[in-house]
Structures are given as structure tokens and as C-alpha cells.
């Protein structure tokens, strides 16, 4: 079936460092949405991306969306402890989304 | 606008009972996701409903799992004769639209504890 695997698993930084986490589907998507769940909280939509390697922004927050419609980033610029939470993408399988295994982002400060 | 309500927010059961999740979509959402988190894991997906329909339960064990989206109330997910691998999360989702091309939104979740 249909898998989304996401590298690294955990990424630990310093406050101020940057951060990437990388998206890879077994199959094309038709598009590719970011989600952030804080610690203890629930998973909550960051963004949505479609087109063939589209780029989008928010403030510090850079999301990619691959060529092949197979791949994705999200890129955080100068991290915060606010920053702190596991990032998921998930695209579409089927009638329902498949979330990606996460990455666990800790920052220090 | 009130967002996906879940509740219990927590729930503790001894081996053996049954756990009751109850998902109240956003106002004018009429799909329903069921979403299942172990600690320190992933979001596995259980099952998708419309109101009075089961539209893909790929995703549910075969045994002791139920769900349902009656046409009046909330969701609920059921789940007979708890284990302790039971212990979860289970997040519920809501979406305005078919399919997996919109947003989704989710509630806080129930954490539920078997003991």
C-alpha cells in the first residue's frame, strides 16, 4: 500500500538554527498538506501545496513541493522554542489522508 | 464557530470493557475521520464516514472496532472488550468535502488508558 516517510525521525537544535524535514511518497500525489502537532496537543493544518514544485512561505516557514509530485520540505529559518512539536505531511490514498511518520522537532535554548 | 469536539478528552478502562469515543464534526462538515496515535508514533488511519454511511474502514481491526455517523448526533467509535494495546490516541477529523483534498480538521483527541 501506500507509504509517506519522513527523514529525520527526531532533529534536535539550538534556538536559532535551521531545520529541515524531507517527505517521500511511494506514489504521486495530487497534492501534499503539512501538519504540526504540539506536545500533547492535536495535529493542526499548516498548509497545502499542488502544483509541480510549488513554494510557499509562512514568516520563517518554507514548504516545498517536488517536481515529481512525489517529494516535499518543509525548511524552518532561526528556529523558537515556539517551534517545538512533531511535523507530518500527509497527501492523499484514496478517499483519505496518509500521514507521513513525523519528525519530532526539540529546540533548546 | 465551535471546531471538531471530542469527548472524553480522557478515559480509563480495565481490561475487558468496552470504550465509547464520541466526534462531533464542525458545523457543516458531513465527513467524519478516525484516527489512531500510539505514544511517540504516527497517525494511522482507522476509518472514514458520512453521515449514515461507512464510506472506507480499511484501516479498522477486524474484531472488537466499531464506528459509526448516525444522522442525528455525534460520531462514535467503539471498541469492545478493551486489551491493553488499545491505549491510544484516537483523533477524529472532520472535512467539509469528499476525499482528501481539503484541509482536515481535528479535534483534541481522546487519550485513552486500559489498564
Known amino acids: 500500500g501506500q507509504q509517506v516517510m519522513q527523514i529525520p525521525q527526531y532533529q534536535h537544535v539550538q534556538e536559532g538554527e535551521d531545520f529541515t524535514t524531507y517527505c517521500n511518497s511511494s506514489?504521486?500525489?495530487?497534492?501534499i498538506q503539512w501538519y504540526k502537532q504540539r506536545p500533547g496537543g492535536h495535529p493542526v493544518f499548516l498548509i497545502q501545496?499542488?502544483?509541480?514544485?510549488e513554494v510557499k512561505k509562512q514568516k520563517r516557514l518554507t514548504f516545498q513541493f517536488g517536481e515529481a509530485k512525489k517529494n516535499s520540505s518543509l525548511h524552518i529559518t532561526a528556529t523558537q522554542t515556539t517551534d517545538v512539536g512533531t511535523y507530518f505531511c500527509?497527501?492523499?490514498?484514496?478517499?483519505?489522508?496518509?500521514f507521513g511518520t513525523g519528525t519530532r522537532l526539540q529546540v533548546f535554548p | 464557530n465551535a471546531g471538531v469536539m471530542q469527548n472524553p478528552r480522557h478515559l480509563v478502562r480495565r481490561r475487558g470493557q468496552e470504550a465509547r469515543l464520541r466526534c462531533s464534526p464542525m458545523?457543516?462538515?458531513?465527513?467524519v475521520y478516525w484516527y489512531r496515535q500510539l505514544p511517540e508514533e504516527g497517525l494511522k488511519f482507522m476509518v472514514y464516514l458520512q453521515k449514515e454511511n461507512i464510506i472506507d474502514e480499511s484501516g479498522m481491526p477486524k474484531e472488537r472496532f466499531s464506528a459509526e455517523f448516525p444522522k442525528e448526533g455525534p460520531s462514535i467509535l467503539r471498541i469492545q472488550q478493551v486489551v491493553r494495546g488499545d491505549s491510544a490516541a484516537y483523533f477524529c477529523?472532520?472535512?467539509?468535502?469528499?476525499?482528501?483534498?481539503?484541509?482536515?480538521?481535528f479535534g483534541q483527541g481522546t487519550r485513552l488508558t486500559v489498564v
Open positions: 458545523k457543516g462538515h458531513s465527513h
Open positions: 500527509a497527501g492523499p490514498g484514496g478517499d483519505k489522508l496518509i
Open positions: 506514489t504521486t500525489l495530487s497534492n
Open positions: 477529523a472532520s472535512s467539509p468535502n469528499f476525499g482528501a483534498n481539503t484541509e482536515a480538521f
Open positions: 501545496l499542488v502544483k509541480s514544485g
